[in-house]
């Protein structure tokens, strides 16, 4: 049976395995899909929740392989990350490319 500090210790690595996306809408995905499972899962008992749980782990594991990935191709920041004000380069500048957005060269 598991216990309710493994249980909690879990939510906190889904929770920051999560964190790791680069991309806003993968981040945000995960997180809610993380907390609606973990809401689900709360009220289960016996051999559902330790099924429950080994899902969760497994999760775990392939939220690391994903943000890991991730990580290798970052993005520009989406709208809901930047401060109003804020001027972001787009993709194209930070990566010093001879061409616009539209495939035209500068």
């Known amino acids: 049976m ?20 680069t991309n806003y ?6 997180l809610r899909h993380i ?5 689900a899962a709360s009220t289960l008992e016996g051999e559902k929740a ?9 999760q775990l594991e392939m ?7 991730s990580a290798m191709f970052p993005t520009g920041k989406h709208s809901m990350e930047v401060a109003v004000g804020e001027v972001v380069p787009t993709v ?12 035209a060269k500068k």
């Not at 907390?35 to 809401?39: E, F, L, S």
């Not at 939220?63 to 990935?69: E, G, M, P, T, V």
Request: no cysteine.
């Open 50 to 58: 330790q099924a429950a749980y080994r899902h969760g782990k497994t």
């Open 92 to 103: 194209h500048e930070e990566s010093g490319s001879r061409f616009d957005e539209f495939g």
């Open 25 to 30: 809408n993968f981040r945000d995905y995960a």
């Open 63 to 69: 939220l690391k392989r994903q943000s890991a990935i």
């Open 2 to 21: 598991t216990s309710r500090a493994l249980n909690v210790a879990l939510y906190r690595q889904l929770l920051r395995a999560a964190r790791g996306f």
């Open 35 to 39: 907390r609606d499972d973990v809401r």
